[in-house]
């Protein structure tokens, strides 16, 4: 069974900084993608960076370049986000989801139709 289970959400101050990380089990690691997105209250889910754990790749949304880094641990089959300066747009749940990388319909972004598998997501907030 393909489980994704996110954690490190929480309350921090604008311009702080929280590493979520994204837990997977159930199917072979490298050969997958995992994706950040978040979805805030009334707002559609937006995807927020990707990488594909075959060549290491790594895709960023414009709004989080420079801020969010995108990483992963292969003996833990964890990926992280690593949020820094993080600022009153950046609250939401935060989810991460899997997508076979060899899938016909992966196109390397964070389209969140073509990704299979979805964790329950962690919450974000931001004070200002």
């Known amino acids: 069974e393909v489980q994704l289970v996110e954690s490190g959400g929480g309350l921090v101050q604008a311009g702080g900084s929280l590493r979520l990380s994204c837990a997977a089990s159930?199917?072979?690691?490298?050969?997958?993608?995992i994706g950040w997105f978040r979805q805030a209250p009334g707002k559609e889910r937006e995807g927020v960076s990707c990488i594909r754990k075959s060549d290491g790749s790594t895709y960023y949304v414009d709004s989080v370049k420079g801020r969010f880094t995108i990483s992963s641990d292969n003996a833990k089959n964890t990926v992280y986000l690593q949020m820094n300066s993080l600022k009153p747009e950046d609250p939401a749940v935060y989810y991460c989801?899997?997508?076979?990388?060899?899938?016909?319909?992966?196109?390397?972004?964070?389209?969140?139709?073509?990704?299979?598998?979805w964790g329950q997501g962690t919450q974000v907030t931001v004070s200002s």
């Open positions: 989801a899997a997508v076979n990388s060899g899938s016909y319909y992966y196109t390397g972004r964070v389209n969140s139709d073509e990704y299979d598998y």
């Open positions: 159930g199917f072979l690691f490298d050969d997958y993608a």
